[in-house]
């Protein structure tokens, strides 16, 4: 065998040890705490957001307040986990929701929570859910997508 032959494979060869082994991207840890979700095909921000951590308990709360800091819509979940993975959002999985607007509670009926990363000093992840808010003839539908969440562990 002729060795110009083989000087294809020892480059291949090489290309390939050069590469190594594939590197895990690395994220850095969030900026700013936020907690957003789109709220009957509107936008909302949270003004104030709190998150615990006890044990495995999990408790996020978020408010928007009013120019007077009076809660116009507050969103709570909480959850037995507290490790990163996709959990459904119902009194059957033990992870509940809140919805209010104003004094008025939401009855949550499905949803998902997914969190996404825990570090040592955030807790990172995605949720929606959907329910109704209001008896009666007041009864209308509530609808929260796109929710997003990155805050500080307290």
């Known amino acids: 065998m002729k060795i ?13 040890a050069a590469c190594g082994e594939p590197k895990e991207e690395v994220i ?7 907690m957003t979700a789109t709220i ?3 936008a909302w ?17 978020a408010q928007e307040l009013d120019e007077n800091n009076v809660p116009i819509r507050t969103i709570t979940i909480q959850s037995p986990f ?42 990172e992840g ?4 959907e329910g109704s808010i209001g008896r009666g003839l007041d009864n209308r539908r509530v609808s929260v997508t796109n929710g ?3 805050l500080r562990r307290n």
């Open 4 to 16: 110009y032959k083989l000087i294809p494979v020892v480059i291949l060869l090489g290309m390939m």
């Open 28 to 34: 850095p840890e969030p900026t700013e705490e936020v």
């Open 40 to 42: 009957n095909d509107r």
């Open 45 to 61: 921000r949270a003004s104030v957001a709190d998150l615990f951590i006890f044990d495995t308990d999990f408790v996020l709360n």
């Open 82 to 123: 507290s490790r990163p993975g996709t959990y459904g959002i119902g009194a059957v999985n033990g992870n509940e929701v809140g919805y209010f607007e104003s004094t008025e509670q939401g009855d949550i009926s499905r949803g998902a929570l997914v969190i996404s990363r825990v570090t040592e000093r955030w807790v």
């Open 126 to 129: 995605t949720f929606n859910f």
């Open 148 to 150: 997003r969440f990155a």
